[in-house]
């Protein structure tokens, strides 16, 4: 029972488009979630997250949409640099649980230049 | 701080070893976490402490792993007798259970058994 989907294995953009990288949920219980970014031979590394009292959070170019009654949210990055080019997961948790992310399966970008 | 890290970064064994990898958390971090990334399963939880006691191992699958926490800045992932579909990236990662926050994960040990 896969509780966070990301549908997309991949994803190609041109440098200084926007990047749309979409994720879905099952669990209702789930109340914060997150991006994590992977580049090739190194660990997931944190970037950005949203509690679920919030439909938007923006740092910088990353920007998470969270729409709960579609149980979906997004990653917006705009605009998209070649240095974005990685593996994005997609991440739920809820209170009380330790800690314990459930993951997406993740999205490759590739951003040409 | 240095992150989460482990070791060893790369292990290469044969069928039927007993494989253990090692984990340091950050300080202060009071939640540990071992996930395996496979290109079928993706990023899957395999076991989390909280406070150096296990909390929750659904995800360990099978008898053949297992995990302690001896203290709180180390812990090790066991795998006895290994197996060639045990090969994976495995990472261990910590955080702060007091309030939602990030988990940060260190490089990960990738595991073939051959």
């Known amino acids: 029972d896969q509780q966070v989907k990301q549908n997309s294995p991949s994803l190609s953009v041109q440098e200084g488009r926007i990047s749309i990288l979409n994720c879905d949920y099952t669990?209702?219980?789930?109340?914060?979630f997150l991006w994590y970014k992977k580049y090739p031979a190194e660990g997931p590394t944190f970037l950005i997250s949203?509690?679920?009292?919030?439909d938007k959070n923006e740092d910088g170019r990353f920007t998470v949409f969270l729409n709960k009654s579609a149980k979906h949210l997004s990653l917006h990055i705009v605009p998209s640099q070649p240095g974005d080019s990685a593996v994005y997961f997609c991440?739920?948790?809820?209170?009380?649980?330790?800690?314990?992310?459930?993951f997406g399966q993740g999205t490759e970008l590739s951003v040409k230049p | 701080d240095a992150g989460v890290i482990q070791s060893p970064r790369h292990e290469v064994t044969e069928m039927g070893q007993e494989v253990t990898l090692r984990c340091k958390p950050i300080?202060?971090?009071?939640?540990l976490f071992w996930y395996r990334q496979t290109m079928m399963r993706g990023l899957e939880l395999l076991i989390y402490?909280?406070?150096?006691?296990?909390?929750?191992d659904s995800g360990m699958p099978e008898d053949r792993f297992s995990a302690k926490m001896p203290n709180a800045s180390f812990s090790t992932l066991k795998i006895q007798p290994s197996e060639p579909r045990d090969s994976a990236v495995y990472f261990c990662?910590?955080?702060?259970?007091?309030?939602?926050?990030?988990?940060?994960f260190g490089q990960g040990t990738r595991l073939t058994v051959v």
């Open positions: 991440a739920a948790t809820y209170y009380n649980q330790g800690g314990k992310l459930i």
């Open positions: 402490f909280n406070n150096n006691v296990p909390i929750d």
């Open positions: 669990n209702s219980m789930f109340d914060y």
């Open positions: 990662a910590s955080s702060q259970t007091s309030v939602n926050t990030e988990a940060f």
């Open positions: 300080s202060g971090h009071n939640s």
């Open positions: 949203i509690s679920s009292i919030k």
